[in-house]
């Protein structure tokens, strides 16, 4: 790599590896063609290389049938001097739901034993006390903690009644004075816009002494604008990905930001030749996962979420509900009605899982009438087991969720996970004739059917599906040759 002599350079994050893929390929790229470019990926100088957490953990133990913690062993000995690191949804761990406080410190420490080095934790609703668990654990295997807020909007641009920089200096504070190693804000829907990036970057590091990392995605095309005007303001750290994997709702790219700090006070030091050879090779093996890509648009960015800030996973959820329903032509309606339940829930940031609670709820209020439908994970979050929300929940609209609850009528005000058994111990029992270690039982606490499914193909118990097998550079090479010959009119079906 080359060296920068520039005074206050610059740090990446590559999410080529974990959300690069995630976001432009369903999370698809196996563990096989990660080997080849490893240890040339390990000698670009990155600050750190996201390798793991978020959707890699389920999707390979639903879909790859790989083992999710092999994939850190072996990416730790190709790429040892660079920092590994992984996205973890705090209580949520890699899951969907708040799993108990065992289970979460047994999944950092067995992540820090296969090679996490430094983990990214985040809280759906940005309740601090999400973070207790886990941070303990951290701090327990001595890594590096980068607590994160969720950057979220309730109007076009950042202020309003939640969400202005007042909100986010403080919410910083308290995570700095918890112990975080570090502070990023996670834009997970690519809201933030440039003016909105420099000032609340300005802000940040005029009180906290930690370094702070802005994540965001291409999204609503602003991301590289926003980025530039983050590292005005002193930004340290950006996410980026290579540039097959960057862009629509993938990172930006981190080649054209490489040529913009050439020669600045904030130069990266990173060697663009370098950059294009690790580019090349994930060109040569991106045309397997094609199938994964979403070539239903021309435009590379989402110009509807600049509008109603609607996350584009969210909008896929949303119109596949519908669509099942048979009521996609009142897809307006919802989205009409998505600001209104938002605001009576609280207006918790959409990110997984919240932006699947709101986003479901709102569709049951067009469709069936307002709340005369409520699913499980809407009163479950309503009753405070997904921790307090940003703003308080509308009070009436709290009483017909949480009338005939189960647990109660009465929210609980105390960290969510204090009301949760433990869990570990019914995992290990459940898994005894199987499980061979701490890694196999977490992966049945996390995901109980999936998970033991999984463990039945790993140890031959059980036959995977052809589904799971990957697809070879020799399968696009038929497929390309067989599209070629029906374009040509060299291949007829036969009549019958």
């Given at each position: 790599m080359a060296q920068s002599t520039a005074k206050n350079p610059l740090k990446i994050t590559d999410t080529?590896?974990?959300?690069?893929?995630?976001?432009?390929?369903?999370?698809?790229?196996?563990?096989?063609?990660?080997?080849?470019?490893?240890?040339?990926?390990?000698?670009?100088?990155?600050?750190?290389?996201?390798?793991?957490?978020?959707?890699?953990?389920?999707?390979?133990?639903?879909?790859?049938?790989?083992?999710?913690?092999?994939?850190?062993?072996?990416?730790?000995?190709?790429?040892?001097?660079?920092?590994?690191?992984?996205?973890?949804?705090?209580?949520?761990?890699?899951?969907?739901?708040?799993?108990?406080?065992?289970?979460?410190?047994?999944?950092?420490?067995?992540?820090?034993?296969?090679?996490?080095?430094?983990?990214?934790?985040?809280?759906?609703?940005?309740?601090?006390?999400?973070?207790?668990?886990?941070?303990?654990?951290?701090?327990?295997?001595g890594k590096h903690a980068?607590?994160?807020?969720?950057?979220?909007?309730?109007q076009p641009k950042l202020g309003g009644p939640v969400y202005t920089i007042d909100y986010y200096v403080k919410k910083a504070i308290i995570l700095q004075d918890m112990g975080a190693d570090s502070l990023c804000i996670k834009d997970m829907a690519g809201l933030i816009a440039p003016d909105d990036a420099y000032n609340l970057i300005k802000a940040l590091k005029q009180v906290l002494k930690i370094p702070v990392q802005l994540h965001t995605h291409y999204t609503s095309g602003m991301a590289s604008m926003s980025y530039l005007k983050a590292i005005e303001a002193g930004v340290d750290i950006v996410d980026t990905s290579l540039a097959p994997f960057a862009l629509r709702s993938?990172?930006?790219?981190?080649?054209?930001?490489?040529?913009?700090?050439?020669?600045?006070?904030?130069?990266?030091?990173?060697?663009?030749?370098?950059?294009?050879?690790?580019?090349?090779?994930?060109?040569?093996?991106?045309?397997?996962?094609?199938?994964?890509?979403?070539?239903?648009?021309?435009?590379?960015?989402?110009?509807?979420?600049?509008?109603?800030?609607?996350?584009?996973?969210?909008?896929?959820?949303?119109?596949?509900?519908?669509?099942?329903?048979?009521?996609?032509?009142?897809?307006?309606?919802?989205?009409?009605?998505?600001?209104?339940?938002?605001?009576?829930?609280?207006?918790?940031?959409l990110v997984t899982p919240t932006s699947q609670i709101v986003g479901v709820q709102a569709v049951q209020n067009v469709l069936l009438g307002r709340y005369k439908m409520i699913p499980l994970q809407v009163k479950d979050y309503v009753y405070g087991l997904y921790g307090k929300p940003p703003a308080p929940i509308d009070l009436?609209?709290?009483?017909?969720?949480?009338?005939?609850?189960?647990?109660?009528?009465?929210?609980?005000?105390?960290?969510?996970?204090?009301?949760?058994?433990?869990?570990?111990?019914?995992?290990?029992e459940a898994t005894k004739d199987i499980a061979r270690d701490i890694g196999d039982v977490l992966i049945y606490a996390l995901y109980p059917m999936t998970g033991m499914r999984f463990l039945k193909w790993k140890y031959g118990l059980e036959p995977p599906p052809p589904s799971v097998k990957p697809k070879t550079m020799e399968d696009v090479k038929r497929e390309d040759e067989l599209i070629a010959k029906v374009k040509a009119g060299k291949l007829v079906e036969k009549a019958e």
């Open positions: 080529t590896l974990r959300d690069g893929h995630q976001s432009s390929l369903a999370t698809r790229m196996r563990t096989e063609d990660m080997v080849p470019i490893a240890e040339e990926m390990n000698k670009a100088g990155f600050y750190s290389i996201e390798i793991w957490g978020g959707a890699t953990f389920d999707v390979a133990t639903r879909f790859l049938n790989e083992d999710p913690w092999e994939r850190v062993r072996i990416m730790k000995r190709l790429m040892p001097d660079t920092p590994l690191q992984m996205l973890l949804r705090g209580q949520n761990v890699v899951g969907y739901r708040h799993y108990a406080d065992d289970v979460v410190t047994a999944f950092v420490h067995h992540s820090a034993e296969v090679g996490i080095d430094i983990f990214r934790v985040f809280d759906a609703v940005n309740d601090e006390r999400n973070f207790i668990t886990s941070l303990k654990a951290i701090k327990e295997c980068q607590l994160s807020l969720c950057y979220s909007l309730t993938s990172q930006p790219a981190i080649e054209p930001i490489v040529v913009a700090l050439q020669g600045t006070p904030r130069d990266t030091g990173l060697d663009l030749a370098h950059l294009f050879k690790l580019g090349q090779y994930i060109e040569s093996v991106a045309p397997k996962y094609r199938d994964f890509l979403d070539t239903t648009k021309q435009a590379v960015i989402d110009t509807g979420v600049l509008m109603h800030q609607i996350p584009g996973g969210m909008t896929t959820n949303l119109v596949s509900q519908l669509r099942e329903a048979g009521a996609l032509d009142r897809i307006d309606e919802v989205y009409a009605e998505l600001p209104r339940t938002r605001k009576e829930l609280g207006n918790p940031p009436e609209v709290q009483k017909i969720v949480l009338k005939g609850y189960q647990r109660g009528e009465t929210p609980i005000t105390c960290r969510a996970a204090d009301v949760l058994e433990p869990e570990l111990d019914k995992a290990k």
